[in-house]
């Protein structure tokens, strides 16, 4: 490789770790504002759980037809993805989950009876292009996160589950723990499972933005992470006996359909924050590999240059000698 070319080369990397590391930045930033969304939701998660525990505790009979388990015959999905890709593997980890679930759930039920929610530009265009049943796609709802939406769809999922349409519906998305770790979830949104939803892992580090291993086991040590609802393993009841009014049913079906709607936009959030902490990681890879490279190009430029120089010099002492 001539000294122009390799000198292209190194120009040519150099622009694109400008890219890699200005897209590392921007990711980080919003990997912070989703930070704060998590972070300002927990308040009311964890009261929202506080109540339902501590009422389910006390009324042992207390059931309503969104936790009734029934044959399934028809299962919808609601897949989260992103809108755009340079985020790693996220998107291909959500993409073949859907269709190793799609393709049991086919075997079991017949293709016809499986149905796909996508909230996210990339699984919506893969479920399409796949021949999936997609219903609706809520693109927008990854770009805007926000709790009308997702009541709507919670509302929707509720009623057709409620007149017979649909006998369950599963969430899949990531799960995020930390900047550094997103955990690929399947969840089942309906029937709810009022003991496992309230005996889910709740621990989220939303303290740092940190990726590598070295540096969160030193946050670590030094304990340098907050408390989240997590923590709160063992609630006390609110009272130990409960007057319900007007009825049993009525106060269920308040309480079932807001852990419904927390349910949907927890996923949400989730997704949206491991989008941003996987592209994250991703571009700082990208910006570590082209250091790397512009290492190994200016130790290669720095050769060819000093083997041209010293050939110069060998034909201008030959010349010399000659003469």
Known sequence: MSLKEIKGRIASVNSTRKITSAMKMVASSKLHHAQVAIQNMLPYETLLEHILKSFLAAEAEAQTVFDQERPVKRVALVVFSSNSSLCGGFNANIIKM??????????????????????????????????????????????????????????????????????????????????????????????????????????????TN????????????????????????????????????????????????????LMLYTAVLDSVASEHAARMVAMQTATDNADELLRQLNLQ???????????????????SVNN
């Open 301 to 319: 430029y720095n050769k060819s240059r000093q083997q041209a120089i010293t050939s110069e010099l060998l034909d201008i002492v030959g010349g």
């Open 98 to 207: 859907m269709m190793n679930t799609v393709t049991e759930l086919s075997q079991e039920l017949g293709a016809e009876n499986v149905e796909i929610y996508p909230v996210g530009r990339k699984v919506a265009e893969k479920a399409t292009k796949l021949g999936y049943n997609v219903k609706c796609n809520l693109a927008d709802l990854i770009d805007h996160p926000n709790v009308k939406q997702c009541i709507d769809l919670a509302k929707e999922l509720g009623e057709r589950f409620v007149k017979g349409e649909l006998d369950r519906v599963d969430l899949i998305y990531h799960h995020f723990k930390s900047a550094g770790s997103q955990i690929l979830t399947t969840k089942t949104f309906l029937p709810i499972d009022i003991e496992s939803e309230l005996e889910r892992d709740h621990e989220r580090d939303l303290t």
């Open 210 to 261: 940190v990726v590598t291993k070295k540096a969160q086991e030193y946050l670590k040590k030094k304990g340098n992470r907050t408390k989240t609802s997590g923590d709160v393993d063992k609630v006390k009841p609110l009272n130990d006996n409960f007057i319900v009014e007007p009825d049993m049913d009525s106060v269920l079906s308040l309480l079932i359909p807001k852990l419904a709607h």
